[in-house]
């Protein structure tokens, strides 16, 4: 199905502090999750993933922690930048399936003040 | 990861007619797939599209509203036929990372750049 949504949530960071984007995930069968980065007029570029047997993984000034007690993803920018300023999406797989769809979450605009 | 272009990057159309955008990879992938992204919105899966055999469409999304062909493993073409204002979307096509040698099992989409479609 679709998302519906007429707005996107919107986070506002001071640049250098840190952020935390939020994303509730609807199928407790998804084993797989990714978190994408989309700035204006661009596709969606790939920041980090995880897997269900894991709780946490970092990158490079990114941290992904999964919940799955309660279906929560959460995506962490250390040091927040302004080219951080885009759409996130977090989205997920359930491989289970045998299919390869990703189904995506509604959004979050992040915004760094200078 | 691969590199994917779209044509037309972006377009204004008529209400009624039909627009063909195509997607080209740089490598050969199995599987192709196309979204939309409504104004302000998600990504919502239209189809997913094999080479050699028909693609597999996402309920509310329908073959004759959007044709789409898959002539090789590095191509495929979405058509949004008789538009109405309605369709005014980005329209987005991906491949996944284990059909570009990724780790079995799990994989990322890699997206191009996007159609931005408005429809008057």
């Known amino acids: 199905g679709e998302s519906v949504g007429l707005h996107l949530p919107t986070l506002s960071v001071q640049e250098g502090d840190n952020s935390i984007i939020n994303c509730a995930y609807s199928?407790?069968?998804?084993?797989?999750f990714i978190w994408y980065k989309q700035e204006s007029g661009k596709g969606p570029q790939f920041i980090i993933d995880?897997?269900?047997?894991?709780d946490k993984r970092q990158g490079q000034r990114v941290t992904v922690l999964l919940n799955k007690t309660v279906k929560h993803l959460s995506l962490q920018i250390a040091a927040t930048q302004p080219g951080d300023s885009a759409v996130y999406f977090c989205?997920?797989?359930?491989?289970?399936?045998?299919?390869?769809?990703?189904?995506f979450g509604k959004g979050t605009k992040l915004s760094v003040i200078p | 990861s691969a590199v994917i272009s779209q044509k037309p990057s972006r377009d204004i159309c008529q209400r009624g007619t039909s627009l063909t955008i195509q997607c080209q990879v740089d490598s050969q992938v199995t599987m192709m797939f196309w979204y939309r992204q409504q104004p302000g919105q998600s990504l919502t899966l239209i189809a997913t599209?094999?080479?050699?055999?028909?693609?597999?469409?996402e309920s509310g999304f329908v073959i004759d509203k959007f044709p789409i062909s898959r002539p090789n493993l590095t191509f495929s073409t979405l058509t949004v036929s008789n538009m109405s204002p309605e369709d005014s979307s980005i329209y987005l096509c991906?491949?996944?990372?284990?059909?570009?040698?990724?780790?079995?099992?799990?994989?990322?989409?890699?997206f191009g750049p996007g159609t931005r479609l408005t429809v008057l």
């Open positions: 991906s491949v996944e990372s284990r059909d570009l040698g990724g780790l079995a099992g799990y994989g990322e989409q890699f």
């Open positions: 199928n407790s069968a998804s084993d797989y």
């Open positions: 989205a997920e797989n359930d491989s289970g399936a045998g299919s390869y769809q990703l189904t």
């Open positions: 599209a094999n080479q050699g055999s028909e693609a597999t469409y």
């Open positions: 995880i897997r269900s047997n894991m």
